[in-house]
């Protein structure tokens, strides 16, 4: 039973937790160090360096909600716990960008998968750029080391019904699937992640890092907007601050000026790139912001002649990775299979239809079973990723190109999930697609497939994974930071989040994110205790 | 519809020609906005508007004008979910112009100004005309009319229209079958019994 609300209660415990909207006066404050950002990479780092006797301070810029907070509201979710509410995309508007902004980052709203970076990417990584002491054999530990912390298991329970029909279709196809390792203690099987875990059962840096660092005095802001570091010679003397007000929208007219030692930047692919260009830190080889990776996804969806209910259970607790290696590391874009959680706000925006055509989708939703295919990118001449810059306000905005080569692989992923979706039983698939109609057999969809205009926008693509921007590797003219995360060109910044993956990782990132960040942010907690 | 039109301000305009002058820039669109302006469009938000539902609400990003335009929009995206009762029936597409607004609030400056465009586009009878191909006002559109609209945008080979058309039925969707009093048009049963009755965030303080 994981009822106990661990934040009611810290905050009634004397937690040092401010919440920047109710300031009043400019503030100064200091600290060993200032960690941005509260998420996968923000949490693991401040945990781990207050536990190496550091005084941290954590800067967030959305709001802390928590159980009170989360009642499996989609509405609610939406507008208060993801960025941009919701809104986010690419530049082009082309693809649709979910990413958390509360304390505990995307943590506090993803659906728990948690895979180990996968050996070829690692691999890549060390061969391409030369990314130090961190093959297969040195990550394990940290793997194992996390697993632990965030009580990361294969889920033991029967999969709901649209993950259970995956799993039947790579059964029936011959395709590997397995089962997915997830972070959650005593996980109520409610399918409401993606709000908010409304048991305190998803182990997100929510209920685990974050209490853990505060628990060891380290502060934390939240509502407070990162706007600039700020270099006095070669090193940062400060990160300036903005308050903002109970929406998080608007600036209060507060300032906050944080001093320390060392900062660490964990504000996500999309907001670390941002933080450095607004600051304006060194980057002679203009790499800070290039590469941005996206696993772009194409989704499918299915009429089972029985009931799916895609709304109740565990979200993801199948995958399939039949597709991701088998035409080589550097070959046609591979893709991963899973399913998504579908509920009625979710669903009624991400099909491209109004009137009777959305209506006639949307009523049949308990019997909608769903496949998503995230495209590994990063690993191919044509696949560059995209590039964060900043618009005239100072906020960052990701251009991703679609290239031919990820449209092939779009074709492909399309092919797979119907004839997937088939193979469990269908009576219909459709694609998440302008053009396309309710296919009822298997080689009428397939014929269709071949033809169907793949265009932005006509095509339905999402992302729910940034990676990259601030590139690592050893060579300062291909990466911002070493392989530890340690800025090439300013002595005390370091980046621990996954800005710093050369390419996507070809799994959902959350453990590799708690990987790196925990052996970097050991590496740092050394780094910083011996000069002390 | 012929390729060139007469605006009522006596420029001709052929639909083409703008389309390859960038008109559907960003910066042309800016320049819509400000013509949307000097035309007397509303450009502030409604503020506190009592429907004639009987229900107020408060505006904080649609204008007056907006609210015209989405009153004719709403009950042709989401037809097929209202209910017969002319009250009830008004009452749901208020109450979804109303949660689309909260919405909107939280998307924040960047796709605020997005829908702004899109919106003084709609709303200034000069493009209403040339680019959505509506030749009544808004509030005399007939149903027939705006969905016919919707679809030429849908079906447009100009994928800035294919964006828009996604902008306005994903916002418009959402807000009506995303909200509790219609979940049961997708057979949506909400959240688990188990859950409401025992989790502490549901229970009367």
Same mark, same amino acid.
Request: net charge neutral; glycine share 10%.
């Given at each position: 039973?994981?009822?106990?609300?661990? $934040?009611?209660?810290?905050?009634?415990?004397?937690?040092?937790?401010?919440?920047?909207?109710?300031?009043?006066?400019?503030?100064?404050?200091?600290? #060993?160090?200032?960690?941005?950002?509260?998420?996968?990479?923000?949490?693991?780092?401040?945990?781990?360096?207050?536990?190496?006797?550091?005084?941290? $301070?954590?800067?967030?810029?959305?709001?802390?909600?928590?159980?009170?907070?989360? %009642?499996?509201?989609?509405?609610?979710?939406?507008?208060?716990?993801?960025?941009?509410?919701?809104s986010?995309v690419?530049?082009?508007g082309g693809?649709s960008?979910?990413?958390?902004?509360?304390?505990?980052?995307?943590?506090?709203?993803?659906?728990?998968?948690?895979?180990?970076?996968? @050996?070829?990417?690692?691999?890549?990584?060390?061969?391409?750029?030369?990314?130090?002491?961190?093959?297969?054999? #040195?990550?394990?530990?940290?793997?194992?080391?996390?697993?632990?912390?965030?009580?990361?298991?294969?889920?033991?329970?029967?999969?709901?019904?649209?993950?259970?029909?995956?799993?039947?279709?790579?059964?029936?196809?011959?395709?590997?699937?397995? $089962?997915?390792?997830?972070?959650?203690?005593?996980?109520?099987?409610?399918?409401?992640?993606?709000?908010?875990?409304?048991?305190?059962?998803?182990?997100?840096?929510?209920?685990?890092?974050?209490?853990?660092?505060?628990? %060891?005095?380290?502060?934390?802001?939240?509502?407070?907007?990162?706007?600039?570091?700020?270099?006095?010679?070669?090193?940062?003397?400060?990160?300036?601050?903005?308050?903002?007000?109970?929406?998080?929208?608007?600036?209060?007219?507060?300032?906050?000026?944080?001093?320390? %030692?060392?900062?660490?930047?964990?504000?996500?692919?999309?907001?670390?790139?941002?933080?450095?260009?607004?600051?304006?830190?060194?980057?002679?080889?203009?790499?800070?912001?290039?590469?941005?990776?996206?696993?772009?996804?194409?989704?499918?969806?299915? $009429?089972?002649?029985?009931?799916?209910?895609?709304?109740?259970?565990?979200?993801?607790?199948?995958?399939?990775?039949?597709?991701?290696? %088998?035409?080589?590391?550097?070959?046609?874009?591979?893709?991963?299979?899973?399913?998504?959680?579908?509920?009625?706000?979710?669903?009624?925006g991400v099909l491209p239809a109004h009137?009777?055509?959305?209506?006639?989708?949307?009523?049949?939703?308990?019997?909608?079973?769903?496949?998503?295919?995230?495209?590994? #990118?990063?690993?191919?001449?044509?696949?560059?990723?995209?590039?964060?810059?900043?618009?005239? #306000?100072?906020?960052?905005?990701?251009?991703?190109?679609?290239?031919?080569?990820?449209?092939?692989?779009?074709?492909?992923?399309?092919?797979?999930?119907?004839?997937?979706?088939?193979?469990?039983?269908?009576?219909?698939?459709?694609?998440v697609?302008m053009?396309?109609?309710?296919?009822?057999?298997?080689?009428?969809?397939?014929?269709?497939?071949? @033809?169907?205009?793949?265009?932005l926008h006509r095509a339905r693509l999402?992302?729910?994974?940034?990676?990259?921007?601030?590139?690592?590797?050893?060579?300062?003219?291909?990466?911002?930071?070493?392989?530890?995360?340690?800025?090439?060109?300013?002595?005390?910044?370091?980046?621990?989040?996954?800005?710093?993956?050369?390419?996507?990782?070809?799994?959902?990132?959350?453990?590799?994110?708690?990987?790196?960040?925990?052996?970097?942010?050991?590496?740092?907690?050394?780094?910083?205790?011996?000069?002390? | 519809?012929?390729?060139?039109?007469?605006?009522?301000?006596?420029?001709?305009?052929?639909?083409?020609?703008?389309?390859?002058?960038?008109?559907?820039?960003?910066?042309?669109?800016?320049?819509?906005?400000?013509?949307?302006?000097?035309?007397?469009?509303?450009?502030?938000?409604?503020?506190?508007?009592?429907?004639?539902?009987?229900?107020?609400?408060?505006?904080?990003?649609?204008?007056?004008?907006?609210?015209?335009?989405?009153?004719?929009?709403?009950?042709?995206?989401?037809?097929?979910?209202?209910?017969?009762?002319?009250?009830?029936?008004?009452?749901?597409?208020?109450?979804?112009?109303?949660?689309?607004?909260?919405?909107?609030?939280?998307?924040?400056?960047?796709?605020?100004?997005?829908?702004?465009?899109l919106?003084?586009?709609?709303?200034?009878?000069?493009?209403?005309?040339?680019?959505?191909?509506?030749?009544?006002?808004?509030?005399?559109?007939?149903?027939?009319?705006?969905?016919?609209?919707l679809?030429?945008w849908r079906?447009?080979?100009?994928g800035l229209f294919n964006k828009a058309y996604i902008g306005l039925t994903k916002l418009t969707n959402v807000?009506?079958?995303?909200?509790?009093?219609?979940?049961?048009?997708?057979?949506?049963?909400?959240?688990?019994?188990?859950?409401?009755?025992?989790?502490?965030?549901?229970?009367?303080?």
């Amino acid at each position: 039973m994981s009822k106990y609300d661990i $934040i009611g209660a810290g905050l009634a415990g004397g937690w040092k937790v401010t919440d920047a909207s109710t300031l009043t006066a400019n503030q100064v404050v200091e600290a #060993d160090v200032v960690v941005i950002g509260t998420g996968a990479g923000g949490g693991t780092t401040a945990e781990i360096l207050a536990a190496a006797g550091l005084d941290v $301070i954590l800067v967030e810029e959305g709001r802390l909600y928590y159980q009170k907070d989360f %009642k499996m509201d989609e509405l609610f979710s939406y507008s208060h716990l993801y960025q941009e509410g919701m809104s986010r995309v690419t530049a082009d508007g082309g693809i649709s960008i979910l990413q958390g902004r509360c304390v505990g980052g995307s943590t506090t709203v993803n659906w728990t998968s948690s895979f180990h970076t996968p @050996d070829p990417t690692l691999k890549y990584w060390a061969d391409r750029f030369g990314v130090k002491n961190a093959s297969h054999a #040195d990550m394990a530990p940290w793997f194992a080391n996390r697993e632990k912390r965030l009580n990361i298991h294969p889920w033991t329970v029967t999969p709901n019904e649209n993950n259970a029909a995956l799993q039947r279709a790579s059964e029936r196809l011959g395709w590997a699937w397995a $089962i997915i390792p997830r972070n959650v203690k005593g996980c109520w099987n409610s399918g409401y992640c993606g709000f908010g875990c409304p048991t305190n059962a998803k182990q997100g840096m929510l209920l685990t890092t974050v209490p853990g660092a505060l628990d %060891k005095g380290a502060r934390l802001y939240h509502g407070l907007r990162a706007e600039r570091l700020v270099m006095q010679g070669d090193r940062l003397s400060h990160l300036e601050a903005t308050a903002l007000d109970q929406d998080v929208l608007n600036p209060t007219g507060v300032k906050v000026t944080l001093r320390a %030692k060392h900062f660490v930047v964990a504000a996500s692919a999309i907001g670390s790139p941002g933080l450095l260009l607004r600051s304006g830190l060194p980057d002679p080889y203009s790499l800070v912001g290039k590469r941005t990776f996206l696993h772009p996804v194409n989704a499918t969806v299915a $009429i089972m002649p029985n009931e799916v209910n895609p709304f109740y259970g565990a979200p993801q607790s199948i995958y399939s990775d039949e597709f991701v290696w %088998k035409k080589g590391v550097e070959g046609p874009v591979g893709y991963k299979l899973e399913v998504p959680p579908l509920h009625p706000a979710m669903s009624a925006g991400v099909l491209p239809a109004h009137g009777e055509a959305l209506y006639e989708q949307i009523h049949q939703l308990p019997h909608m079973q769903s496949i998503i295919a995230l495209l590994r #990118d990063g690993f191919h001449e044509e696949s560059q990723g995209g590039q964060v810059s900043l618009r005239d #306000d100072g906020s960052p905005v990701l251009d991703y190109p679609v290239t031919d080569y990820l449209w092939r692989g779009f074709r492909d992923a399309y092919l797979t999930m119907a004839e997937a979706q088939f193979a469990a039983g269908a009576k219909g698939v459709r694609l998440v697609h302008m053009d396309s109609p309710l296919f009822s057999r298997w080689p009428e969809a397939k014929a269709a497939i071949a @033809d169907i205009p793949l265009e932005l926008h006509r095509a339905r693509l999402f992302t729910a994974h940034q990676m990259g921007g601030c590139g690592m590797g050893e060579d300062p003219k291909t990466s911002v930071v070493n392989s530890y995360g340690e800025h090439h060109h300013v002595a005390n910044l370091s980046v621990h989040d996954a800005s710093t993956f050369p390419t996507s990782i070809g799994a959902n990132p959350q453990l590799s994110v708690y990987a790196f960040a925990a052996r970097n942010a050991t590496h740092l907690a050394g780094r910083l205790t011996d000069k002390a | 519809m012929a390729s060139g039109v007469q605006s009522s301000e006596g420029i001709a305009m052929d639909r083409r020609g703008f389309l390859r002058a960038g008109l559907l820039g960003t910066a042309a669109l800016s320049t819509i906005s400000l013509g949307a302006s000097l035309s007397g469009c509303a450009t502030t938000p409604a503020g506190t508007v009592a429907h004639a539902s009987g229900a107020t609400a408060e505006y904080r990003f649609l204008t007056r004008d907006d609210l015209v335009l989405l009153r004719a929009l709403v009950p042709v995206i989401v037809a097929p979910g209202l209910p017969q009762d002319p009250t009830a029936r008004q009452a749901a597409i208020d109450g979804t112009i109303a949660r689309m607004d909260q919405g909107i609030y939280f998307f924040g400056p960047a796709n605020q100004h997005e829908l702004r465009k899109l919106f003084d586009l709609l709303n200034f009878s000069v493009t209403r005309v040339t680019l959505a191909r509506v030749w009544s006002s808004w509030d005399n559109a007939s149903p027939e009319a705006v969905n016919a609209f919707l679809n030429r945008w849908r079906d447009s080979n100009i994928g800035l229209f294919n964006k828009a058309y996604i902008g306005l039925t994903k916002l418009t969707n959402v807000s009506f079958y995303g909200y509790r009093t219609n979940w049961h048009l997708s057979g949506y049963p909400g959240p688990p019994q188990p859950e409401l009755q025992t989790l502490p965030q549901f229970q009367a303080s």
